[in-house]
């Protein structure tokens, strides 16, 4: 205790230092000096937490782990009272180079953690030997490597130490990995919140994640100038667009009897004076506006509905730009007609320059051809659609883009 009340004092007169009249030299030493030092304090807490943990001091205060008693004796937070005991453990049972190294501030304490996490994942077989040069090995690189590089070399640090079962140990681990990959397999999609906002997670194996990589790839690019979405909401965008083309092919098994699709019940007032809200089949809540736009093409069939309910169209077939219209559609537009947009027809929806629900025809003189990124765009941001007068499309941009409403067109499938 007395050593660490003169350690203290020394922070103290370090901090009561300005470090603005420090030389650029002394101020980088500073630095690398404190960092080291860092290390050396934590290898001690981890020291002290081992022996608290050894002892079961936890249990004695109430506490039904150290972790937990850890988390409110220090006022952390839960994952790092569970990672410092972990690590605590790990440079106890582990190889005695890496405590060391942390104690002599040689390794960072992710460094260290990342040291242990390799050396325990060895197989059995290598033995003790093979174990402490693995580790000395990652201690010595730890000088040139972060612990994210440090990490992609510990995975290949048996080819370094122990080459004659590097690779048998290597397809051992790599089976075992994919099975439990593959066993641990999920997606799951929660109940849309008060947001609005439904939550998608999972976990993919290596084979199916590069499947829906290669899927996704090719159509989270962005889509042309004025495409301000994220790389996250590009690839949520890619993701829905794959599923509607699956619905578009009609390959998918039947659904309780139903081919597959989505359904939109909306009150036939509020579709054209776009006021109040429609109902997807799952309950979901809706505005007129997103309706208008999602009821433009075949994939999703609105179920419209008189004032008493009474059933007045579903999936009305003379609405939907199909058969000889969608090729006619697709021969002159070439693909989405947004300035700038090169996302080629089978990404794309038809869409009614004047929509259906205001008495717009279904005809090639009232359509366009747009993907699903620039279709809510349409509906939703102000840009008006009109042909000209040589019969292709042409997007006049809201005002407060452009006041003067200069007519733009999209030149990349290679139209006038």
């Known amino acids: ?80 009272a569970r990672r410092t005991v972990g690590l605590a453990a790990a440079l106890d049972v582990g190889p005695a180079v890496v405590a060391q190294a942390l104690a002599r501030g040689v390794v960072g304490v992710e460094q260290a953690r990342v040291i242990t996490d390799v050396t325990a994942a060895l197989p059995a077989s290598a033995g003790v030997e093979v174990v402490d040069k693995a580790a000395q090995v990652l201690v010595d690189a730890a ?96 993701l829905a667009d794959v599923c509607r083309l699956a619905l578009h092919t009609g390959a998918l098994p039947d659904n309780g009897g139903d081919r597959p699709q989505v359904v939109v019940t909306v009150d036939l007032d509020t579709l054209r004076e776009r006021v109040g809200t429609a109902t997807l089949d799952g309950g979901e809540r809706l505005t007129p506006e997103t309706v208008r736009r999602v009821a433009c093409d075949a994939q999703v069939l609105p179920a419209v509905l008189d004032g008493a309910g009474q059933v007045l169209d579903l999936g009305r077939q003379r609405r939907l730009f199909t058969g000889p219209l969608r090729r006619a559609l697709v021969l002159r537009d070439g693909g989405c007609a947004f300035p700038g947009c090169d996302r080629p027809p089978r990404w794309s929806d038809g869409h009614h320059i004047v929509h259906w629900a205001d008495g717009g025809q279904t005809c090639l003189t009232n359509a366009v051809l747009l993907c699903r990124y620039h279709h809510r765009v349409v509906h939703h941001d102000g840009w008006q659609v009109r042909l000209a007068a040589d019969g292709l499309p042409e997007f006049l941009p809201p005002a407060w883009l452009d006041p003067t409403g200069q007519p733009r067109r999209n030149h990349y499938h290679r139209r006038c």
Do not use: N, Y
């Open 143 to 238: 000088v040139d490597f972060e612990p994210g590089a440090l990490r992609r070399l510990g995975e290949r640090v048996l080819f370094h130490v122990a080459p004659q079962i590097a690779e048998q140990a290597e397809l051992a681990a790599l089976t075992a990995a994919e099975a439990r990959a593959h066993d641990r397999r999920h997606v799951t999609l929660s109940s849309p919140g008060s947001d609005g906002q439904v939550r998608l997670t999972g976990r993919l194996d290596a084979e199916s994640a590069a499947v829906v990589r290669a899927a996704l790839d090719p159509i989270s690019g962005p889509s042309g100038v004025g495409d301000d979405r994220s790389p996250g909401q590009r690839r949520a965008d890619a």
């Open 1 to 80: 205790m007395d050593v660490l009340a003169r350690a203290g004092e020394a922070i103290s007169s370090c901090a009561d230092t300005s470090v603005w009249a420090l030389s650029e030299e002394d101020l980088l030493a500073a630095l690398d000096a404190v960092h080291v030092l860092e290390q050396r304090l934590v290898a001690v807490k981890l020291a002290l937490v081992r022996e608290v943990d050894g002892r079961a001091v936890a249990g004695g205060h109430g506490a039904s782990s150290t972790a937990v008693w850890l988390r409110d004796r220090l006022r952390v937070g839960a994952g790092a």
